[in-house]
């Protein structure tokens, strides 16, 4: 459970696997957990982050016959919600089973079976019998519900599915780039952030202590290669390589990635023999956007792990492109040199 502002479970883990890999590990007053590893020439710093958090629901109301209203925490399409099995935790991180709960078909107004829901419109059904009788499980207003779901592999055994790969997979590709990082000369900061889900927080704090030089966001993109969305609209597919992001956000309010960290991470891909794919978003971005805003300028871009159903609880993407993912950003942070890091910072031209 790594809802926004309550990352601690996904925080545990990444501590666990970074600690020994790391010559320091500190966390900020956020949560945003901050591994550094010293480069060979130890001038110039380097900046990965991948997301902790995950998109939630949070309860906001009980109803005097023990049902819970929730509202989102994140970017949540409704439809996906009605029907799922929850878990809610308590104030004392105590989980209790819930649903959410749906009408049944038999006395849907035909009208009515033909509406998207809306959150404000759903509940959730933990068994309790009322206000009391919920409370007395621990649950408050301000209790927080994540879908209950465990990652699993679908019949192709490269691709998998489960809730919030988004962006779990983006730490795991953090976490091993960092773990197996050598010969590169700047310094290697690895950020696991926090709240990118409601406004990338995190990465805006984290980005201001460590005040990289260069920066990389690990997440998810949108994989559209599915039925009903036209070849054009399709965007990246599962299964052909991260995609190296181009663009993102409506009409480029997002990152619009700097040309030379673009340029070095397609040479990276073509000289390591690693498939890749090009990627213009058309709406959603990432925690390099707002690390690009740091104080006065940071070249960033993304690698992005192509992903069906991004944010519901059934996200499915390939494991290939998850470790191909890795051996881009390794292939990316041998070639980021100080010398080329100087020269993407903009340079004193009198
Ligand atoms: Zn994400």
Redesign the pocket.
């Known amino acids: 459970m790594g809802a926004p502002g309550y990352e601690y479970e996904v925080r545990e883990i990444v501590i666990e696997m970074l600690k020994d890999y790391a010559d320091e590990l500190r966390t900020d007053a956020l949560g945003n957990v901050v591994a550094v590893k010293r480069g060979s020439r130890g001038s110039g710093k380097v900046m990965i982050a991948a997301?902790m958090d995950e998109i939630a629901l949070m309860v906001s109301y009980i109803e005097k016959n023990g049902f819970l209203r929730i509202q989102p925490v994140g970017g949540w399409n409704a439809i996906v919600l009605p029907g799922q099995r929850v878990t809610v935790v308590t104030e004392d991180g105590k989980k209790l089973r819930g649903v959410v709960g749906i009408k049944p078909p038999h006395i849907m107004k035909p009208e009515e079976a033909k509406q998207v829901p809306e959150i404000k419109d759903l509940f959730v059904d933990v068994g309790a019998k009322s206000r009391e009788d919920a409370e007395k499980l621990g649950i408050t207003v301000g209790s927080l519900v994540v879908p209950e779901r465990t990652a699993e592999r679908l019949a192709n055994p490269d691709l998998v599915t489960g809730k919030a790969l988004?962006?779990r997979v983006?730490l795991a590709v953090m976490i091993h780039a960092f773990r197996e990082a050598s010969g590169f000369e700047p310094t290697l900061y690895a950020v696991a952030t926090v709240q990118?889900?409601v406004g990338l927080k995190g990465a805006r704090t984290a980005a201001y202590s460590v005040s990289p030089d260069v920066a990389l966001a690990l997440?998810?993109t949108i994989a559209a290669d599915i039925p009903g969305i036209s070849e054009a609209d399709r965007v990246v597919e599962v299964g052909k390589g991260p995609a190296i992001k181009v663009m993102d956000g409506r009409s480029g309010t997002g990152l619009i990635t700097h040309p030379e960290v673009k340029k070095l991470l397609i040479k990276a891909a073509k000289e390591e023999g690693i498939p890749y794919q090009l990627e213009v978003l058309p709406g959603g971005t990432?925690d390099a956007t707002i690390i690009a805003l740091n104080k006065e300028g940071v070249p960033a871009g993304t690698v992005s792990i192509p992903t069906r159903y991004v944010h519901s609880p059934v996200e499915v993407l390939s494991l290939e492109d998850a470790v191909n993912a890795v051996k881009l950003v390794r292939a990316f942070l041998r070639r980021a040199s100080t010398s080329w890091l100087t020269s993407v910072k903009g340079a004193k031209l009198k």
């Open positions: 997301h988004d962006d983006g990118e889900e997440d998810v990432t």
